[in-house]
């Protein structure tokens, strides 16, 4: 029989068949397992959002549960405008102050500290505002960060641990008047001491407020509150007018520290 100019025999065929079976099998394999690293890696970001979010709720207003904060439709709504949910089909369970899912894929876990309090020292809040704090070479000349370039500069400092700064996380964090396409972030020097907040990029000093401020590398938060008892912002512009008062006069008088960061 002569080979070659009539096709192939069933013998090569098969080989043929059975090859490209092996290499189909593997691709689809290594399909399979890409998705699955791609879900693992989707679904802590999710839990870290919540985490991260969770932080920020209790910092402006809520004492409710971490459970009850994943669980709640009224409570999420708030703040999402879609749910973080594991891509797998995994559950979310608060364990010790750690968001735990329930897929046996998915055993990494987020901090989202415990109770009504923030842990100041393993909590991503923590991490995106210590990353914030060490940006710092857009303002030097008193140019603020947009928030795209913001988000840009975090990523490259924060690597796969990485979320966006959202309007609605320095809304939360800094108050309302710092969201939308305005949004800054400043380092101002009053004397010696550099304070970081977020700034609506105005030079209107007067209208500087925050929830959060960050002083010669302490944390503070806001003492402010409301008649219903919910946390409102104090004035950051004081802090950096230091109008009467010395700069640790006007921090005691409108903010309580929440602990040092170190950057
Ligand atoms: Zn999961």
Known sequence: MQRGSKGFTLVELIVVIAILSVLLG?????????REDADKKACYTDRALIARTYQLALIKNS???????IDDPAIYGTYYSVKPTCPAGGTYTAINGKIVCSHPEHDNEVSAGSGTTVEVTSNSLILTIKALA????????????????????????LGDAFLPVEDYIIEMAFGDKYKGSG??????????TTIYFAGDGSSNHSNWA?????VDGVLYKTKLTEGNGSIRTAGVAQL???????????LAK??????PIDY
Do not use: C, H
Request: charged share 20%.
């Open 63 to 69: 004492s409710t549960s971490l459970q009850n904060f």
């Open 183 to 192: 949004l800054t972030w400043r380092t101002d020097s009053a004397g010696p």
């Open 134 to 157: 060490s940006i710092d070479k857009y303002n030097k000349n008193g140019n603020p960060l947009d928030g795209q370039k913001l988000n840009e500069e975090l990523k490259e400092k």
């Open 240 to 250: 950096y007018q230091k109008t009467g008062t010395s700069l640790q006069e006007a």
């Open 26 to 34: 593997m691709a689809v394999l290594r399909i399979a397992s890409a």
């Open 254 to 259: 409108d903010f309580t520290v929440v602990g």
């Open 210 to 214: 925050a929830y959060l401020v960050v």
